[in-house]
């Protein structure tokens, strides 16, 4: 057994509080949701987004396809079915993170509406942002940053949103940012300013 | 959108790195794996723990039951082949509480060695502490606490751990905690202790 060397230790039973977690780390625990199009920009404004918040002092982590497809969900592919459990997955860790007073930031297309409607009900009043990373699927393509759309077209890729498969597009986001017209930085400016003004962190 | 009040931005791109992060909290990402019989005391020393970093300024978070079980993992059993994929995703959680620099905290039975071992593989060198919780069958059932091991005796609850399911004791736990002997507040002190003579926190 460790030696002791602790001093600053009360004996107390019981969970923690969000009040408690808000006090130590003078943020507010949050989902930052974004959605859409493949292309559209949300990993390019997430990691924008979480360094902004880390230049502030505020704690964020993203989950995307790069820690959450190969790990917690690399036993689901691309059917309807896998892609709600997908989703519902990822609202489950997004609510633990958000319980754990962190600002969680989200990027996935999540093209179905009801998957998006679920993980905000199962999140708190105002503990869910969603955020519609809109552009049009013609500027997507024309970007088609990792290739995916010209394999989609020729039909490489069955089921890929926006050619084989729907996007539903939400219709209560709390923010719409249009990246046809706004670059990353303006767009990151637009979250991070709601986030201040709704009291969720200080800038 | 909502106007522009922040300054203090910089834009840079790329992922956060582990070291920002350990700058920001004061502390080094970790999971402790608490694993034992029922009633062996997890949970109580989960909340005990999670209380003292909380008053140290450090930021821990609980997985456990009453937050896995019925949110992430409300569409499992108790199955062999559920059980792992309980724990598999459970370690997966725990990893991404890891690298958002959390100190994670999970009590769960993790009677299957091969379970705990991907879960420590998963995770990176000095990222695993493994904690046996350590507590004779015959003073869990004494305590029953929940009134579990007599319905499991009774025949009530098929595949209870230590009844008539195997508990595999870890042999190269960082951590062994004795509760028959030692009290709550002895037990959270060992594992403080160590996180501390380890430079994953300061007290």
Chains 1, 2 share one sequence.
């Not at 625990?29 to 987004?49: C, Q, R």
């Not at 049009?136 to 010209?150: A, F, Q, V």
């Not at 890929?160 to 940012?177: L, M, N, Q, R, W």
């Not at 249009?178 to 969720?200: F, P, Q």
Request: proline share 2%.
């Amino acid at each position: 057994m460790a030696d002791q060397k602790s001093t600053n230790i009360t004996w107390h039973h019981g969970k923690i509080s969000k009040e408690d977690r808000e006090k130590l780390t003078g943020q507010k625990g949050v989902t930052i949701w974004l959605t859409g199009l493949s292309g559209s920009g949300k990993s390019t404004i997430a990691v924008e987004l979480e360094h902004a918040l880390m230049d502030n002092k505020h704690q964020a982590y993203i989950l995307d396809g790069d820690n959450v497809r190969h790990g917690l969900n690399k036993n689901l592919g691309f059917s309807p079915e896998d892609r709600t459990e997908n989703i519902r997955r990822i609202g489950e860790v997004s609510k633990l993170f958000t319980e754990a007073n962190l600002i969680a930031i989200t990027a996935f297309i999540s093209p179905y509406k009801n998957d998006r409607d679920d993980v905000r009900a199962l999140l708190g009043e105002g503990e869910f942002i969603e955020v519609y990373v809109k552009c049009s699927l013609e500027e997507c393509e024309k970007r088609d940053t990792k290739g995916l759309y010209k394999k989609a077209r020729a039909g490489e890729i069955p089921e890929f949103t926006g050619i084989s498969a729907p996007y539903e597009e939400p219709d209560k986001a709390e923010i719409v940012i249009n990246t046809d017209e706004l670059s990353v930085e303006e767009s990151t400016r637009a979250i991070l300013g709601y986030l201040e003004e709704k009291g969720y962190i200080t800038l």
